[in-house]
């Protein structure tokens, strides 16, 4: 069975950052794409950033680009989102995804198969 698990949600300060984890079961993040996505109160859900598995490459759901970042720890078998500069806006769940094929062109929910079960952040004073 697979299993995606985040961890690393909470409550974070305006202006402050965050550093969440995925721990994948029954699956190899190396032989993935992955990516991260919330859902936001009240909206759909959406994607933050995604790394594919073939070249490396990044791509953005929503404009984060510069305060956002995606890694994997291919011993550990876990993915890494970093997202600095955080505003009440970025309060959401928080998802960690995976697919299997090489490359995908946009970091949109509908082409990512294996999910977790999501992490609440909340940006507040």
């Known amino acids: 069975q697979v299993q995606l698990v985040e961890s690393g949600g909470g409550l974070v300060q305006p202006g402050g950052s965050l550093r969440l984890s995925c721990t994948a079961t029954?699956?190899?993040?190396?032989?993935?794409?992955i990516g991260w996505f919330r859902r936001v109160p009240g909206k759909e859900r959406e994607g933050v950033i995604c790394?594919?598995?073939?070249?490396?490459?990044?791509t953005y759901g929503i404009s984060v680009k510069g305060r956002v970042t995606i890694s994997r720890d291919n011993t550990k078998n876990a993915m890494y989102l970093e997202m600095s500069s955080l505003n009440p806006d970025d309060t959401a769940v928080y998802y960690c995804?995976?697919?299997?094929?090489?490359?995908?062109?946009?970091?949109?929910?509908?082409?990512?198969?294996?999910w977790g079960q999501g992490t609440q952040v909340t940006v507040s004073s």
């Open positions: 995804a995976a697919d299997p094929a090489p490359f995908i062109s946009h970091c949109v929910p509908l082409l990512y198969d294996s």
């Open positions: 029954g699956l190899n993040l190396n032989e993935h794409s």
């Open positions: 790394l594919n598995k073939s070249d490396g490459s990044t």
